[in-house]
């Protein structure tokens, strides 16, 4: 069974940074692309981030480019999402993600995923 671990959520000012980090199993790091989706309470999931195994390439939400940042630990098999200049509007809860994606921007669309964790709930204050 995949397990996805997710931590690092939080409450922080707006301005201020968290990181979230995404454990899983190797087997599951080195064969799946891996990204970071959230949603707010009655809208839609949104993908903020992702990255490709093997070559790492990465993609981001225009929203939130230039102040995340998406990044693999392989000897952890961890994913990170750094979050910097938080603003409100990222108030979410937060999943990491990992699937057999067809690559390129669909890297960013939730139904190129199988496996979800169990999501982190990031608030900003003002």
């Known amino acids: 069974q995949v397990q996805l671990v997710e931590s690092g959520g939080g409450s922080v000012q707006a301005g201020g940074s968290l990181r979230l980090s995404c454990v899983t199993s190797?087997?599951?790091?080195?064969?799946?692309?891996m990204g970071w989706f959230r949603q707010v309470l009655g809208k839609e999931r949104e993908g903020v981030a992702a990255v490709s195994p093997g070559s790492g390439s990465t993609y981001y939400a225009d929203s939130v480019k230039g102040r995340f940042t998406i990044s693999r630990d392989n000897a952890e098999n961890t994913v990170y999402l750094q979050m910097n200049s938080l603003k409100p509007e990222d108030t979410a809860m937060y999943y990491c993600?990992?699937?057999?994606?067809?690559?390129?921007?669909?890297?960013?669309?939730?139904?190129?995923?199988?496996?979800w964790g169990q999501g982190n709930q990031v608030t900003m204050s003002s």
């Open positions: 190797r087997v599951t790091y080195s064969s799946n692309c």
């Open positions: 993600a990992a699937g057999s994606c067809t690559g390129g921007w669909n890297l960013m669309r939730g139904y190129e995923y199988s496996y």
